[in-house]
């Protein structure tokens, strides 16, 4: 058996104590969600996919709603079969090969009024929804305001609205994020589980999108989102203030989940989708292909890293404890490993270990990482290791009629570092004892099958488990041909020396002969 198929099947172990468990069937929260109708907005994304799954798989609901938008020609039906493909559902297919008749997609839009759902079926979902989980927002950190507004700020508002008219309804889940208010002027200091001031009030910022000129928001956005990293984060916090404006009127509550990554042990150790290969995990995949060589990180900071499943769990115990509480209040929970943080410098070392010991065969040079937090440096490094190469093999792929490619990836993944250097650079504590709370409420049975204590994580085994993951539903390399992939690495170093040599002994040359030039234009 190859090496990476063995910690895979020996990860798969982790889940026999909840299995069984789950087969019994009579928890507290997997009687609170049995036969119940859930609403899910967000349901094709990375986040939304597992949830469906663990929903079907330990929860025995009766129907799950997904709200989609058709998509390159697509119908939401067709949409819906082709998420369905996916391997996260491969383990509740084979337990409950029905599952998926019971997942039903209605045609809407988040960024619209009334989701964009048409009045029939806004009347159905009033009529049958008990739960929503409003995990829909968009995530890209460069977005423009209107567009994050329509989206993560009124898509909220017009979520809580359709909550709010549901006849039998019991919870509604927003999903956040740990650093909506995670601002520079606050950091060193605890990210709470409580409101903050809002920046601006949430009406006005809609009124504003549905309004202004683009050329007008453009003009002010800077202004606006002043002491937020990015139109995200901003958006996220605002949308936040919208839930609490729901207080009293609709049982709801918030859920920030901090850095969300591949799952640690369900439903497949490791899954995560390609959509991943735009964030966090992208600080990984492009060092394990050989392709990325520099980083713009702080090997010091403290990363609030958290699987997949674990947030999940989180989720759906949130769900349950609100419909439970019933209380006029709303209850935030941050997700995050506040009490046990993992370094960069401890990430690093274990993806270096796994690209020793585990690599792909699909990496395409040595793998080796260099780090800094320095601006200047780290442009400079870019330019030597990415740019000036990604020029170089771009020419050949012109000389042999091939689409060049390098120059244009290594561009993206220089904004990817630095759209991510807010994050990567400096060390947040999230406070998360309200999180801490209803994980020790829950009983025994729910915490084995809900399990959201990420002080139990091993983080050398779930890193390991993350770049496994990586190469499986990512790479696609079948985790086969690891001990080729090892000699190929033996090889691709000493081919590395070599090259790097030459490399840097031209570089030397041409600055020595532009130094020449420049003395005899001098002289």
Not at 133 to 148: I, M, Q
Not at 457 to 475: A, N, P, S
């Amino acid at each position: 058996m190859d090496p990476a198929q063995e910690i895979e099947l020996n990860a798969l172990r982790y889940q026999e104590p909840m299995n069984a468990v789950i087969e019994r069937g009579d928890s507290s929260v997997q009687q609170f969600y049995r036969d119940a109708t859930v609403f899910l907005t967000g349901g094709s994304g990375f986040i939304g996919k597992q949830l469906i799954e663990k929903l079907f798989r330990a929860c025995y609901v009766g129907k799950v709603y997904v709200l989609m938008r058709p998509k390159k020609g697509k119908t939401v039906d067709e949409r819906l079969a082709e998420m369905l493909e996916d391997p996260v559902f491969d383990a509740v297919r084979k337990k409950s090969p029905g599952f998926s008749d019971k997942i039903v997609a209605v045609t809407g839009d988040v960024a619209d009024t009334k989701l964009g759902l048409n009045d029939n079926d806004w009347n159905t979902l009033t009529q049958e929804v008990n739960v929503i989980f409003h995990v829909a927002a968009t995530t890209r950190f460069d977005e423009s305001l209107r567009v994050a507004t329509l989206i993560n700020i009124r898509g909220t508002r017009e979520a809580l609205k359709l909550g709010h008219a549901c006849q039998d309804f019991r919870s509604f889940v927003h999903v956040s994020s740990a650093y909506a208010n995670a601002n520079v002027q606050d950091l060193g200091s605890e990210v709470l589980e409580q409101f903050y001031p809002c920046p601006v009030p949430p009406d006005v910022m809609i009124r504003l999108a549905e309004t202004v000129s683009d050329e007008r928001i453009k003009e002010v956005e800077n202004k606006f989102i002043k002491g937020y990293p990015n139109t995200y984060t901003f958006a996220k916090a605002i949308a936040e203030e919208e839930v609490r404006r729901w207080t009293g009127r609709i049982p709801a509550c918030i859920v920030r989940p901090a850095i969300v990554i591949s799952s640690y042990k369900e439903p497949c150790p490791g899954w995560t989708d390609m959509s991943c290969a735009y964030g966090a995990s992208g600080l990984v995949l492009g060092p394990a292909t050989g392709l990325v060589h520099a980083l713009y990180i702080d090997n010091d900071t403290r990363f609030s890293l958290v699987p997949v499943d674990y947030v999940n769990n989180g989720l759906i115990a949130a769900g349950y404890e609100t419909a439970r509480r019933q209380a006029n209040d709303v209850k935030i929970y941050s997700i995050s490993s506040a009490r046990n943080l993992c370094s960069w410098n401890t990430m690093s070392t274990t993806i270096l270990s796994v690209a020793e010991n585990l690599p792909t065969p699909v990496s395409v040079w040595y793998i080796y990482i260099i780090n800094t937090s320095n601006t200047h440096l780290f442009l400079l490094l870019t330019w030597i290791l990415h740019l000036i190469p990604g020029y170089l093999l771009d020419f050949i792929c012109v000389l042999l009629r091939k689409k060049p490619m390098f120059t244009k990836l290594y561009k993206k993944i220089y904004n990817l570092s630095k759209a991510l250097s807010y994050f990567v650079t400096r060390t947040w504590i999230f406070d998360d004892s309200n999180t801490d709370k209803l994980y020790q409420s829950l009983s025994e049975n729910d915490r084995i099958i809900f399990n959201f204590d990420t002080t139990d994580i091993d983080y050398k085994d779930y890193l390991t488990i993350w770049c496994i993951g990586l190469r499986k539903y990512v790479l696609k390399d079948g985790l086969k041909n690891t001990v080729y992939a090892r000699k190929k690495q033996f090889w691709l170093h000493k081919l590395n020396l070599i090259v790097t040599a030459l490399y840097f002994y031209c570089f030397y040359i041409l600055v020595m002969l532009f130094i020449y030039g420049i003395n005899c234009l001098w002289f």
